[in-house]
């Protein structure tokens, strides 16, 4: 977990220390095209304008990228529950062969893997009727919830991110209209020139905030779903793991409380007799 939250800071500083270099180069280049009298390009125009707030916007948008891309990669079926690996166990576990199945799972660093190694040793062979199915049950609940606040870490950013970005645009917002007031107070007058400005702070900060927001929480409510569901995928797997295994063992026991017939010998004496009253009663034509 410390290692994954010094990746991420190590990599976030990264994309904030490239956006802000560059955000500094465009505000040179503007100051030279002003003194030039050059025209505004387009990058003038939509990010420049929007005033010092916009570097923190576009690290925020910077970062939700990398963690929209990161988590996407990272969370997916061939690191949860590889469909080789499932049909493995789960010949393992017919087979009753426990403890191969634990030896192969531990080759494996998905989180099915991880599961099974940590899950099946709670096996208990002396219950042979359930196999001590409640430990190993609680074992899953325990690693769930053990794994689940590492993955879900970079994830619960990317919300934070999807909130902190509109926040910010606000704060520019606030910031152009404080800026165009305090113009009308020093003029007496609303002379669009001098407005323009501070109305481009409010609007640019507020539309890039909603970028940010936009790109963040939709992906966070996607790869959470897909996370919860890949993880149920895993668990489930586990369960029909010991639940084959439990089947095979006490299948004598299960076929003999099963009567080859539904009602035996004795039923169908039954049948036919209630049969022979029905016609010896019938109408005589």
């Not at 500094?24 to 929007?50: R, V």
Request: charged residues 20%; proline residues 4%; glycine residues 10%.
């Amino acid at each position: 977990m410390k290692a994954m939250i010094a990746r991420f800071g190590v990599r976030a500083l990264s994309f904030g220390a490239v956006a802000v270099m560059s955000m500094s180069n465009l505000f040179a280049a503007e100051e030279a095209a002003k003194g030039g009298g050059g025209e505004k390009t387009m990058l003038d125009k939509w990010i420049i304008d929007g005033g010092w707030t916009m570097i923190p916007i576009v690290v925020l948008l910077a970062i939700a990228i990398f963690l929209a891309v990161y988590c996407l990669m990272s969370i997916n079926k061939n690191k949860f529950c590889p469909d080789d690996l499932r049909g493995q166990l789960v010949a393992l576990m017919g087979e009753c062969r426990v403890r191969s199945a634990i030896e192969l799972a531990t080759t494996s660093p998905t989180y099915l893997g991880r599961l099974v190694a940590y899950a099946l040793p709670n096996i208990d062979a002396t219950r042979p009727e359930d196999l001590g199915k409640d430990a190993v049950e609680d074992a899953i609940v325990d690693f769930a919830n053990n794994e689940r606040s590492t993955i879900m870490f970079p994830v619960d950013v990317l919300a934070l991110v999807g909130s902190l970005g509109p926040s910010l645009g606000l704060f520019g917002t606030i910031q152009g209209m404080v800026g165009c007031f305090g113009v009308l107070a020093a003029s007496g007058q609303a002379d669009p020139s001098q407005l323009a400005g501070d109305i481009s702070v409010a609007l640019l900060t507020t539309f890039w905030g909603l970028i940010v927001s936009i790109v963040a929480i939709p992906t966070f409510f996607f790869i959470k779903k897909h996370a919860q569901k890949l993880e149920s995928e895993a668990v489930n797997v586990v369960s029909e793991m010991v639940n084959t295994s439990i089947n095979v063992i006490n299948a004598e026991a299960q076929l003999a409380r099963i009567p080859e017939g539904l009602g035996g010998e004795e039923g169908y004496e039954e049948y036919a007799e209630g049969q022979e009253g029905e016609w010896e009663g019938a109408p005589q034509a």
